[in-house]
């Protein structure tokens, strides 16, 4: 079992930066594939970034060069370095933990808004 719990959203102008961040507990956090998601209001949850128990990255086309995933397990965290954020970023970004094939583990998200 898993907790993950965001913080770090808020609101900015275009242009801006924020850095999230997910903290882990419950589990060995070493162990899992990381990811963080987004959600807005009408459209389909999408995976932003991806980053596997071996450190391996994977972004979403839509924000590659602009956003940075990353963990450090020794404080069972994983980040997202989100720069230059765009007012299409605006949603509720979602952490969650995995292993294999599927993310089990979700945390209960956190708004960030991009204002134009």
């Known amino acids: 079992q898993v907790q993950l719990v965001e913080s770090g959203g808020g609101l900015v102008q275009a242009g801006a930066s924020l850095k999230l961040s997910c903290a882990a507990s419950?589990?060995?956090?070493?162990?899992?594939?990381m990811a963080w998601f987004r959600q807005d209001p009408g459209k389909e949850r999408e995976s932003v970034a991806t980053i596997n128990r071996r450190g391996s990255t994977y972004y979403a086309n839509s924000v590659k060069g602009r956003f940075t995933i990353s963990r450090d397990n020794a404080k069972q965290t994983v980040y997202l370095e989100m720069n230059s954020l765009k007012a299409e970023d605006t949603a509720v970004y979602y952490c969650?933990?995995?292993?294999?094939?599927?993310?089990?583990?979700w945390g209960q998200g956190t708004q960030v808004t991009v204002s134009s």
């Open positions: 419950g589990s060995t956090f070493s162990s899992y594939n």
């Open positions: 969650a933990a995995g292993l294999i094939a599927s993310y089990m583990y």
